[in-house]
């Protein structure tokens, strides 16, 4: 009641209440529509929807009408004020229509919606029909279609299984005396469970014996055709979930063109049988139907009078410009594996690029691909052109998706830029091309003037330009002071990312780094992603990787110099401290024990790392084992030394006894040399005194 408030405030109107219940067994409901009814109509419940709304209609004097029922109000009425206030407008309309939300759950977040014709003129012979999901006849065209919705939480916390059994109940025992009125076999079927197979079938046998019907000869005025032609969709839609994909084509060769289809029925039919051949893997005949589904929606979409006139409350799922682009991908997926890119390329042309971004993210990559590899330019510029703001300016999402067409195995990145580079564009990202592709020094330098006088930066998708700086010998602070530190960080993942194909020139790439760009937070945060893709890949070599490990652990030690107090970091790192900083600060200590020949600090820092950081333990593993085989190594020449030492003392020994003094000293200053801790040499110069 109180979402209606404000239009009895301020439109001349009255609000009707009908009473189905009554004084003596109201739950309080009858006293509070009392408070703001115009007029309280008490009406005996008889299993007659139509009739109990037909007693309010009645008695209504206004030039429109408007229903809702007790477990739905409003949002927003402002809309209806606007309209209802304005005769010049109301005027050209017949009836209108609002957006119901059915909500599942009672936090609001689950619902299904429906365009609702529930307001239209008022005349003599308005009436509501059918005692069950009974509708408003006739309704004038055209509708106005508004924006206004409606909350509906009727069905939560209920069984339907009541209401259902209830309704079937009234339709049946309806069809007995109407057996070809079309609404109420739709309705029929469309109540029914279709979970299990035994109830698919019940719903099918409803649906063919009511189209029997609706065909009969003892039909001499076959009316509500839109409902004949539901039931006829039923049935297809039936054999469908059964994987009966013949049987469906059969229904739609048999019925179909008794209808003269409206452009909803034709999208509802042409999904119904897009499934159908798509699940028989026949998709050139699919394509047809595609074609056929998204010329109606579109002209339904642009004609929303038109839309809301033709919709129903059946397959609404089926028919809008989402499900087409659902179609479109099935699709696009099958004509990519199979490198059908002129298909990807004629469909693309209904895909609405500007007024949808989750489809242009969705498919742009894909329609680029196919563009590129048909060499269809003309197809580039004029989807240019249909993406492009007031400023000449792409969305960030076409340059991310050419970045990423680059690195696929199958395509020359260096003929993709030059296709890009070609179209006639003022955006940053189609000059960066241009850069990209220029072999000559001097027209480098012009285009990147140009490009700082764009105020060009690296952030995405620009991040090639860093690379192309960095590989040209030029520091790139300009391209990266002036973005956020997140556009940074997002940019450095993705120069990260085109390293993680060719890793093996990461060393090589970060020197120039460091050679170019002087020391900052930024540099030394990519450096550290950079090293950190390096060293922890198992694709390179463990020799290779042992080379890097001090850069590596630098570059995240500088980096976290700039994030953290320094007294963090020294001693025992503290735990505040990401894990991943704690290993490296203990690697560095490491690798400084190993220089200094303390190994057993050498080993116990690379423990204490690994403790910090699991990710770590290849990588420890392997300087473990490289040192035990360097210490077995050791261990085996000792053992030779010692034995050829043995040897020459037993020489120098026989020389001593037999009173020789030539040569000897010089040959026990030797083997000193040789095995320094030997103790039996200091006993050889005792007798070489001696002599």
């Not at 909350?151 to 025992?173: A, P, T």
């Not at 950190?532 to 694709?539: A, R």
Request: hydrophobic share 40%; with cysteine; aromatic share 12%.
């Amino acid at each position: 009641m109180n979402s209606l408030l404000p239009i009895l405030n301020q439109v001349p109107s009255e609000l009707i209440i009908v009473d189905t219940v009554g004084i003596e067994d109201s739950d309080g409901s009858l006293q509070v529509a009392t408070k703001y009814a115009d007029l309280v109509i008490p009406y005996e419940w008889t299993n007659d929807f139509a009739a109990a709304r037909n007693v309010g209609l009645k008695r209504g004097r206004g030039k429109w009408f408007m229903f809702l029922d007790d477990d739905e109000w409003f949002d927003d009425v402002s809309e209806l004020i606007t309209f209802f206030n304005n005769e010049k407008e109301y005027s050209k309309y017949g009836s209108l229509s609002y957006i119901r939300k059915n909500y599942s759950n009672i936090e609001g977040t689950s619902y299904s919606k429906n365009i609702e014709t529930r307001c239209v003129r008022l005349t003599e012979n308005t009436e509501f029909k059918s005692p069950i999901h009974e509708y408003l006849s006739p309704i004038y065209i055209p509708t106005k279609a508004t924006k206004v919705f409606m909350h509906h939480f009727g069905y939560v916390g209920k069984s339907l299984e009541g209401k259902l059994e209830r309704n079937e109940s009234i339709m049946y025992k309806e069809l007995e005396s109407s057996p070809y009125d079309m609404h109420l076999w739709a309705q029929l079927v469309a109540g029914m469970k279709k979970d299990t197979k035994e109830e698919r079938e019940i719903a099918f046998r409803t649906a063919k014996e009511g189209l029997t019907n609706f065909f009969s000869e003892d039909n001499k005025n076959p009316t509500n055709k839109n409902d004949a032609f539901t039931l006829m969709c039923y049935m297809i839609n039936i054999h469908l979930i059964d994987d009966n994909w013949e049987e469906a084509l059969a229904i739609k060769d048999k019925y179909a063109r008794e209808f003269k289809q409206s452009q909803y029925q034709k999208c509802v039919l042409d999904q119904l049988i897009f499934l159908t051949l798509t699940s028989m893997e026949r998709f050139s005949e699919a394509n047809s139907y595609l074609e056929d589904y998204m010329v109606n929606i579109q002209w339904l979409v642009a004609h929303p009078s038109k839309f809301v006139n033709q919709s129903s409350a059946y397959f609404r799922d089926l028919v809008s410009i989402e499900m087409g682009i659902k179609m479109i991908v099935k699709i696009f997926i099958k004509a990519l594996a199979e490198k059908n890119y002129r298909t990807i390329i004629h469909f693309a042309r209904y895909i609405p690029w500007k007024d949808d971004l989750d489809s242009t993210v969705r498919l742009l990559g894909t329609v680029l691909e196919a563009l590129f590899f048909e060499n269809d330019f003309k197809g580039l510029q004029q989807l240019h052109d249909m993406l492009v703001n007031n400023d000449g300016q792409l969305p960030d999402i076409f340059g991310r998706d050419i970045v990423i067409l680059k690195q696929k195995d199958s395509i020359d990145a260096q003929k993709l830029a030059v296709f890009v580079a070609k179209l006639n564009s003022d955006d940053s990202f189609v000059l960066l091309q241009h850069l990209l592709i220029v072999r000559n020094q001097g027209e480098f330098e012009v285009l990147l003037r140009t490009l700082k006088k764009k105020k060009i930066t690296c952030a995405l998708p620009n991040e090639e330009l860093f690379t192309e700086l960095i590989n040209k010998g030029i520091d790139p602070a300009f391209a990266i002071d002036r973005i956020s530190q997140e556009d940074w960080y997002q940019a450095s993942l993705a120069v990260v990312h085109q390293m993680s194909s060719k890793k093996d020139e990461i060393p090589e790439f970060t020197q120039k780094i460091m050679n170019i760009w002087p020391e900052s937070q930024r540099r030394d945060s990519l450096l550290q992603l950079l090293y950190h893709e390096f060293v922890f890949s198992d694709e390179i070599l463990p020799e290779s990787i042992e080379e890097q490990l001090p850069f590596y652990a630098r570059s995240v030690v500088n980096c976290a110099k700039y994030l953290y107090h320094t007294e963090l970091l020294s001693g025992e790192p503290s735990n505040l401290l990401p894990a991943e900083t704690r290993f490296a600060v203990f690697l560095a200590r490491s690798l400084e024990e190993q220089k200094d020949g303390n190994y057993s600090l050498y080993f116990a820092n690379l423990r204490w790392g690994l403790n910090c950081y699991e990710e770590a333990k290849t990588i420890v593993n392997h300087l473990v084992k490289k040192y035990q085989g360097l210490e077995t190594k050791q261990q085996q020449i000792a053992a030779e030394m010692q034995r050829l030492g043995n040897q020459v003392k037993a020489h120098i020994l026989d020389m001593i006894n037999q009173g020789e003094k030539n040569g000897v000293l010089l040959m026990i200053n030797q083997l000193q040399e040789l095995l320094p801790e030997d103790r039996d040499i200091d006993k050889l110069y005792m007798l070489y005194e001696r002599l």
